[in-house]
């Protein structure tokens, strides 16, 4: 079927010398078709494979689009262009004349008169020749995906220090209009200045002053609405995201802000600074509190007036009771089954696992079934029956390829759904291509 993804419309003729085809180079009859790269297509492929999608597709047949995109290492500009492109820059001084092609409004090169974004000028630069704007720097930056949408692509972390700097001078200012304050007050006793100093410094502890009036980290005092906005994690904290980057780690939900497995496998729990929702979830005394929370409900299904929230000292004694009560039952009830049937000496044997092969498998599920830990994720598998070999075969069709044929690897039979010869069916085919060639006497 590769074949008819070349055009769109085919006659009833083209249309089944196409199908003629794609059959022979299924059976091994015909070459195969070669991709633009140099590369033999299997004509097996399925078609759902082979066909591109409309934003890649390029019109001829290719397995191109199922690749990964390679990615370009290192940036694409070095130090002395800062590491981005010259956007928004000028060309240099400008010209003195108007030159033959530049734009008619500011008599820049770089673009057309359509493209100007400068402001309409009554008499532009072609017809006056003066105020001529510089030639902006064209340049191609050819950026992917992530480059495209990087906030912080371009900037200049120096320009931070210009920052500082300012921040700096403001304060010796601050200090130096202290000291002057203090010169023309002249001299005065030592209660007075240190009073004057305390006046002066009070902007420097304003912080200090009003750090108990601060918000908690992870909560927002509305003092308007007298309300606590709660937020759903510290931003003092690392995002969970952010602890493992490899796309095939634990998986993160956007919405929920969960990721319920541990990112950070090759450490142990002890020592991670997070081992993933679940850990939470499963461990210290979580699972008693499900327990008892589980057992409240049931008791109130059957009439019982527990509740957890509000007795919880009530529900946890009778959850205990019940715990020891049910122990109780289980052996007396096993008690009671041994000494009427007897078997008493099959409980005492050692386990299967001991018995036949030893095991450390650690498997631990949920109340509804599912695994919750010690077993790796099943394998998805395809819907299509897979090495389903038939006529004695040990090998599919399409697993040898020899001179533009397709057949069996097991006996390097070239004829679709023959019988298996093995070993014997390639010492022929060897001898016969050695007559072939005459290398065997007749």
Same mark, same amino acid.
């Given at each position: 079927?590769?074949? %008819? ?34 590369? $033999?297509?299997?004509? &097996? ?50 010209? @003195? ?23 309409? *000028? ?8 003066? !105020? ?16 495209? *949408? ?14 500082? +700097? ?25 209660? $007075? ?37 709660? !937020?759903?994690?510290?931003? $003092? ?18 919405? @929920? *802000?969960?990721? *319920? ?36 409900? #049931? ?5 019982? +007036?527990? &509740? %957890?929230?509000?007795?919880? @000292?009530?529900?946890?004694?009778? &959850? ?12 007396? @009830? ?11 000496? &099959? %409980?005492? /044997?050692?386990?299967? +696992? %001991? ?24 394998? /998805?598998?395809?819907?299509?029956? $897979? ?46 291509? #050695? ?8």
């Amino acid at each position: 079927m590769s074949g %008819l993804m070349q055009s769109n419309r085919l006659s009833k003729e083209e249309y089944r010398k196409q199908k003629d085809l794609d059959a022979a180079r299924k059976a091994g009859t015909a070459p195969a078709e070669i991709d633009d790269e140099g590369n $033999e297509i299997n004509p &097996h492929t399925p078609q759902f494979m082979l066909k591109a999608p409309w934003y890649v597709d390029t019109g001829k047949v290719s397995l191109k689009h199922q690749r990964a995109p390679e990615k370009r290492k290192g940036s694409k500009f070095d130090a002395d262009d800062n590491f981005w492109y010259a956007r928004g820059q000028r060309a240099g001084p400008a010209a @003195t004349k108007y030159r033959k092609g530049a734009c008619e409004n500011c008599g820049a090169m770089s673009h057309k008169t359509r493209d100007c974004v400068e402001r309409p *000028r009554k008499k532009g630069a072609k017809w006056s020749g003066q !105020n001529i704007q510089a030639d902006e720097i064209i340049q191609n930056p050819d950026l992917d995906w992530d480059e495209k *949408r990087d906030r912080w692509n371009g900037y200049d972390p120096r320009e931070h220090d210009k920052v500082i +700097e300012e921040y700096e001078k403001v304060e010796e200012a601050r200090r130096a209009n202290k000291a002057t304050e203090l010169d023309k007050q002249g001299p005065t006793t030592t209660s $007075e200045a240190k009073k004057i100093a305390r006046m002066s410094d009070d902007e420097e502890d304003d912080e200090e002053k009003y750090a108990d009036q601060a918000d908690m980290p992870g909560q927002h005092v509305n003092t308007k609405t007298r309300t606590t906005i709660r !937020n759903l994690r510290i931003r $003092e904290d690392t995002a969970k995201y952010l602890l493992n980057l490899d796309t095939e780690s634990a998986y993160y939900d956007p919405k @929920t *802000r969960s990721m *319920r497995e541990n990112p950070l496998k090759d450490k142990p729990a002890d020592d991670a600074p997070f081992a993933g929702d679940n850990f939470v979830r499963y461990t210290g005394d979580t699972p008693n509190m499900a327990k008892v929370q589980l057992f409240a409900w #049931q008791a109130a299904d059957r009439g019982s +007036e527990v &509740h %957890l929230q509000a007795n919880p @000292t009530q529900v946890a004694i009778l &959850h205990k009771e019940y715990e020891s009560k049910k122990d109780k039952v289980r052996d007396s @009830t096993q008690k009671n089954i041994l000494a009427k049937y007897g078997g008493e000496e &099959h %409980l005492e /044997a050692p386990p299967k +696992e %001991l018995l036949l092969a030893q095991t450390e498998n650690y498997v631990e599920y949920s109340r509804t079934g599912r695994v919750i830990k010690g077993q790796e994720r099943a394998k /998805a598998r395809s819907k299509y029956e $897979e090495d389903v070999f038939t006529n004695n075969h040990t090998s599919v069709w399409g697993s040898y390829w020899l001179d533009g044929k397709w057949g069996y690897r097991c006996c390097r039979s070239f004829v679709y759904n023959s019988y298996c010869t093995g070993a014997s069916g390639i010492e022929a085919q060897k001898a016969s291509e #050695q007559y072939s060639q005459g290398r065997v006497a007749a």
